[in-house]
């Protein structure tokens, strides 16, 4: 699965460790995959599955409350001492970051159990790019239920870093972009074109494309527009970045046509003629996640604004909203 490093404006794991997560994420997903498909074989997926939550469901509420009250006093002096710019190992073994889950029904084959440990993973990974263990954020439902959110996780391998509708913060203006897809060899800035199956999406000078579907026509706003500027600011955050990747631009629509004859020199277009060949190419990209990937993936995150609250576990007074953005705390 992809990692998904931003989404929107949440807080994020991964802006507090670039370095850590993405290879804890991995060594996380592997060994519960192992857990849950020897378990599965062997016929007690239900067991040992259910087996966490039953204990949970089983402790008195005085024992959660005395453990809630010994794991706030023995970390909250560690929260005021690192403000959050550092997340303590304790993060590993904590029962948020468990990946460990019942099923609802049983799967009842290797494909189900499959769909099904793919789909527990995402909510996994929206929970990561939203929370610290000091902080979190409240995600929109629609991130839950969007489609080519869960398309890009799931179908893609663990070393590409996705950042989905970052909003960056350049200078005094708050930017929300598309999707960036990071991989081990290039930054992808992507927008996509979709609607309904077979729409054609035909190229104009103008500010307004066409897009005929189902018989009808409709403009739809220029997407080199959007997707120019997006390279912009991700070609000017990594502008001082030592051995950068390279950014690419790219039109993309899975299920759709692109008509565009007079495109820029600069932008890659991808549609239902050749999606999948393109996409295959991706997946199965063998290399690892690369230290110059981290480093550019570093530098995204830095710019990219964040707005989220202390945890009431660890601060009984009301929430206070957190808005930041690395940059503004470096004073660029």
Not at 95 to 116: R, T, V
Request: net charge positive; glycine share 4%.
């Amino acid at each position: 699965m992809a990692q998904l490093i931003k989404l929107a404006d949440y807080i994020t794991r991964y802006e507090t460790d670039i370095y850590r997560y993405p290879g804890q994420f991995i060594r996380l997903k592997k060994q519960q995959w192992k857990k849950t498909f020897s378990a599965w074989e062997e016929g007690s997926t239900e067991n040992l599955l259910k087996q966490k939550k039953l204990q949970l469901e089983k402790m008195p509420p005085i024992e959660k409350e005395h453990a809630l009250r010994k794991f706030r006093k023995l970390f909250k002096k560690k929260y005021e001492e690192t403000k959050a710019l550092e997340a303590p190992q304790i993060l590993e073994d904590s029962a948020e970051d468990s990946m460990e889950f019942a099923f609802a029904s049983l799967p009842n084959n290797e494909k189900e159990l499959k769909q099904l440990f793919l789909d527990h993973i995402f909510d996994f990974q929206l929970k990561w790019a939203s929370s610290t263990i000091f902080e979190t954020s409240s995600v929109d439902s629609v991130f839950k239920r969007d489609s080519t959110l869960k398309y890009f996780l799931q179908t893609l391998p663990d070393q590409y870093l996705l950042l989905y509708r970052p909003v960056f913060q350049m200078k005094k203006a708050s930017v929300e972009l598309e999707i960036i897809l990071i991989s081990p060899r290039e930054i992808l800035c992507i927008t996509m074109l979709e609607g309904q199956d077979n729409a054609l999406f035909v190229e104009s000078k103008d500010h307004f494309w066409l897009k005929k579907a189902g018989g009808g026509e409709k403009k739809v706003l220029n997407p080199y527009l959007s997707l120019n500027r997006m390279g912009n600011i991700v070609s000017s955050v990594l502008h001082d970045v030592h051995d950068r990747l390279p950014v690419k631009k790219m039109l993309l629509s899975r299920n759709g046509y692109i008509e565009a004859n007079q495109k820029p020199f600069d932008v890659d277009i991808i549609d239902k003629r050749n999606f999948q060949s393109w996409y295959n190419s991706k997946k199965s990209y063998a290399s690892p996640i690369k230290h110059n990937q981290l480093k550019c993936a570093k530098s995204l995150l830095i710019h990219c604004r964040s707005n989220g609250w202390k945890r009431t576990e660890w601060n009984r007074t009301p929430p206070v909203v957190l808005s930041k953005s690395s940059s503004e705390t470096d004073g660029n």
